[in-house]
């Protein structure tokens, strides 16, 4: 593939097909990849506990996916070594009633993160323009104003100091039936098969053209889409790694200074 793995501008409309999803960049060989993701999951920890102590900037990680994508895997991976004081992770399923009679960004709200805190969201307020419209669950007049909705919700985060990154983990149709079909197959993987995987799995194309259209109507600069080539999970989780990395080294978190010269204070015995 010779386009990156990132979407270049906001303007472009995306293609997925020009997107190669078993594209592993330099790396010819997993266990490299492995090696680099430790290193930067060692440095990714280190800033945390100094974003975490400023409570300054928060950062919002959003994973969206087809079904075996990854999404828990890439969460699990990349989130392990960190505080998990500092670490919310939200799931996002079928909505309630009661969320159901609210705005779809009702429910959303609520977890993304305080200073000092990172969101995690494994599926997301795009749901609302992926399987809602996939399945027609509200009416195309509703569904199409929710781009500028998202918009505009994810620019109050930003304003309020919120870095945004938006992941979409991208694999070929062909690589997930190989994982349904180990999903089927591996007694401890198992509990994830669920029957309803293959109905989504006949609407591929829907799907995509839903996704193309949220990469294309949502990445805007203050909260860009990440394309992740994710046939091979551990270029994927390389690559998570590495931009929540990047992002979090660009926001020069540094420690609190304390409140007035300490280090005269007598501790009592
Ligand atoms: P999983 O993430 O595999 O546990 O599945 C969660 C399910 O909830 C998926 O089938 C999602 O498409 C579905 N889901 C999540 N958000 C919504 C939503 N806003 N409306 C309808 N279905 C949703
Ligand atoms: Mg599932």
């Keep these: 593939m010779s386009k990156q793995a990132l979407v270049p501008k906001v303007e472009d409309k995306v293609h997925l097909d020009e997107f190669d999803p078993d ?41 969206q996916a087809m079904d075996t994508a990854g999404k828990d895997g890439v969460i ?65 007049k509703v569904w199409k104003k929710r781009y500028d909705h998202i918009n505009a919700f994810e620019e109050l985060l930003h304003d309020n100091g919120t870095t945004i990154l938006k992941f979409f983990l991208h694999i070929s149709k062909d690589e997930q039936k190989k994982r349904l079909e180990s999903r089927r197959d591996t007694p401890r993987k198992q509990w994830k098969f669920m029957l309803g995987d293959l109905e989504e ?32 999970k551990w270029y994927r989780d390389y690559i998570v790694t590495k931009t929540i990395l990047d992002a979090m080294e660009e926001m020069k978190c540094e420690y609190p200074k304390p409140a007035e010269n300490i280090a005269g204070i007598v501790i009592p015995d």
């Design 201 to 232: 799995r006949k609407l591929w194309d829907s799907y995509m053209e839903a996704y193309e259209d949220v990469l294309s109507k949502t990445n805007t600069d203050y909260a860009p889409w990440h394309i992740v080539p994710a046939n091979n």
């Design 76 to 140: 699990e991976h990349v989130f392990l070594g960190l505080n998990p004081q500092g670490v919310h992770v939200a799931s996002f399923k079928k909505p309630t009633e009661e969320e159901l009679g609210h705005d779809f960004l009702w429910r959303i709200h609520p977890h993304t993160p305080r200073k000092g805190m990172i969101s995690v969201f494994n599926r997301s307020h795009y749901e609302d323009v992926l399987v809602v419209r996939v399945h027609d669950l509200v009416p195309k």
């Design 23 to 63: 594209y592993t960049g330099n790396y010819a060989d997993e266990d490299e990849a492995k090696r680099d993701r430790d290193k930067d999951l060692e440095k990714l920890r280190d800033l945390q506990e100094v974003f975490y102590a400023e409570q300054k900037h928060s950062l919002l990680v959003v994973f």
